[in-house]
């Protein structure tokens, strides 16, 4: 059964930067592509960065350039570095991924972790 734990978010200030981290558990991690969802107050979840198995990355427009995600198989965990924030950066951040996923046909692992607030004011 998959286990994945996010950490990292917190408070930080419009410019500031966070690294966030998903700890995965109970699946053979380096075969599966994984992304970094978010979800703000009264707004759907949505993908803001991919990586597949091969390591190939994609971003939505919103975050590109300021975002980057990577993984450490070894460590079974992904990671999403975040610099430049701003408010509406503000949302619940969220881990997933599958077998087969990538950044136009992202899949999930049909459960998901409690996620981390990342918080962006002044």
């Known amino acids: 059964q998959v286990q994945l734990v996010e950490s990292g978010g917190g408070l930080v200030q419009p410019g500031g930067s966070l690294r966030l981290s998903c700890a995965a558990s109970?699946?053979?991690?380096?075969?599966?592509?994984m992304g970094w969802y978010r979800q703000a107050p009264g707004k759907q979840r949505e993908l803001v960065a991919h990586?597949?198995?091969?390591?190939?990355?994609n971003y939505a427009d919103s975050v590109k350039g300021r975002f980057t995600i990577s993984r450490d198989n070894a460590k079974k965990t992904v990671y999403l570095q975040m610099n430049s924030l701003k408010p509406e950066d503000t949302a619940v951040y969220y881990c997933?991924?599958?077998?087969?996923?990538?950044?136009?046909?992202?899949?999930?692992?049909?459960?998901w972790g409690q996620g981390t607030q990342v918080t962006v004011s002044s």
């Open positions: 109970g699946i053979f991690f380096s075969i599966y592509g």
């Open positions: 997933n991924g599958g077998y087969g996923s990538t950044w136009y046909t992202a899949k999930d692992f049909g459960s």
């Open positions: 990586i597949s198995s091969g390591g190939t990355t």
